[in-house]
């Protein structure tokens, strides 16, 4: 018994400290988050060594959505509470004034200030022609 005692006296540090390496080091390599460009993520690892585009909204521009980030309903829960609570709403269930549907002009509005911003053409709205 005195043995068993010395040991785990004199031993129980170093079992702790393997311990806290073993929590440390997980069980395996640590996921990687994206591939940094400097324009936000691009990339996002999929965990089986692939990558998928990832949707950015760092930007001024939403381009999924085809309208900038700030008054993008779809994108910004906040927003769409905030305009939701005015009655700023229609019934396509988007934001009134933000709404292709409600109001065709608002489209070439944005995409007349993507082009004074930079100059080129609006990306394509994703899922659409």
Not at 84 to 108: I, L, M, Q
């Amino acid at each position: 018994m005195t043995t068993q005692r010395t040991c785990l006296t004199r031993c129980g540090p170093l079992f702790s400290f393997l311990a806290g390496l073993v929590v440390l080091a997980g069980c395996g390599k640590a996921p990687e988050v994206a591939k940094d460009t400097g324009k936000g993520p691009t990339e996002v690892a999929q965990g089986n060594g692939k990558t998928e585009p990832a949707e950015d909204h760092s930007g001024w521009w939403c381009n999924e959505h085809g309208l900038p980030e700030e008054v993008c309903d779809l994108c910004s829960k906040k927003y769409r509470n905030a305009e939701k609570a005015k009655g700023n709403w229609c019934e396509h269930n988007r934001v009134k004034t933000s709404c292709f549907k409600c109001n065709p002009g608002v489209r070439e509005k944005y995409a007349a200030e993507y082009r004074t911003k930079f100059g080129k053409e609006p990306p394509a709205i994703e899922g659409q022609k």
